[in-house]
Nanobody, 123 residues
Framework: QVQLVESGGGLVQAGGSLRLSCVAS????????MGWFRQAPGKEREYVTS????????DYEDSVKDRFTISRDNAKNTVYLEMNNLQPEDTAIYYC????????????????WGQGTQVTVSS
């Protein structure tokens, strides 16, 4: 059974930083692209970023480029999302996902989803 377990969410003031982690089990982690989606209240789930299976390629949605950094440690079956200069519009539930290829941005492109972790940014 595949499990993706996120952690690291919380409440932060605008301009602050958070680091999300996602530990995967039940799949061959090093063979999967990993990514993050988010969903704000009343909005559709949206793509944030993804990283290739070997960690060499990354992709970012424009609004987070230069503020967020995705990375992975295949020895620890873990993917990270470093978020800097957070803004109130970043407030959302953040979901860790596992899929086949980096650069894919539709939710249907990802086979496995975590339960999500809440990130709240106050102004």
């Amino acid at each position: 059974q595949v499990q993706l377990v996120e952690s690291g969410g919380g409440l932060v003031q605008a301009g602050g930083s958070l680091r999300l982690s996602c530990v995967a089990s039940g799949l061959t982690f090093r063979l999967h692209a990993m990514g993050w989606f988010r969903q704000a209240p009343g909005k559709e789930r949206e793509y944030v970023t993804s990283v290739s299976a070997n960690g060499r390629s990354t992709d970012y949605e424009d609004s987070v480029k230069d503020r967020f950094t995705i990375s992975r440690d295949n020895a620890k079956n873990t993917v990270y999302l470093e978020m800097n200069n957070l803004q109130p519009e970043d407030t959302a539930i953040y979901y860790c996902v596992a899929g086949r290829l980096v650069y894919l941005r539709a939710p249907v492109d990802y086979d496995y989803w975590g339960q999500g972790t809440q990130v709240t940014v106050s102004s």
